[in-house]
């Protein structure tokens, strides 16, 4: 079921979600498939939107669910070896669709987390999927990119993209 997403000013974005336990995964399923049914529609409507992390429709969780490819949760991920060196990126939300926010990300690390059958995984990440997975593990700790901006002059409406690109 495709679920409301909570918008820039919810105070619930700015809170640290739990820990999910091994026992509580065989009842998520639900809420997986509306992680899923979200990202989908926001998708058809934006013609963006590769991953949400769950406090993003009020599930306030450690879960994040990616579809790129196939879909892929990330149950209780733990940001590691980031890298000293930054890249620059124009971050976007589903919390704030129509707004852009340059911020600096690692240009890599590795997420370990436990899959949908409680499995250690551990992905080493780099560009594109680095920062993406950043910008969804911020959500879980209750940070927004708004938060991250590089400086008061790093934000944009999605129609001035090409204005924002030249001030980089």
Request: net charge negative; proline share 4%; charged share 25%.
């Amino acid at each position: 079921m495709k679920r409301v997403i909570r918008l820039l000013g919810d105070p619930r974005l700015y809170e640290v979600s739990a820990a999910v336990s091994c026992e509580e995964v065989a009842g998520l399923d639900g809420v997986f498939s509306d992680l899923h049914d979200t990202l989908m529609d926001f998708r058809a409507r934006y013609g963006a939107g590769r991953a949400i992390a769950a406090p993003q429709i009020g599930v306030m969780r450690r879960l994040i669910y990616l579809h790129i490819e196939r879909p892929v949760v990330f149950i209780n991920p733990v940001l590691e070896c980031q890298s000293e060196e930054m890249m620059p990126v124009l971050d976007d939300c589903m919390c704030f669709p129509d707004l852009l926010v340059r911020v600096m990300r690692h240009k890599t690390c590795c997420l370990r987390f436990r899959d949908r059958q409680w499995q250690e995984q551990a992905w080493d990440l780099g560009g594109d999927l680095s920062e993406l997975l950043q910008h969804e593990y911020d959500h879980l700790d209750g940070i927004l990119a708004v938060s991250r901006a590089i400086d008061g002059r790093s934000f944009a409406l999605r129609s001035q993209r090409s204005w924002l690109d030249s001030c980089a």
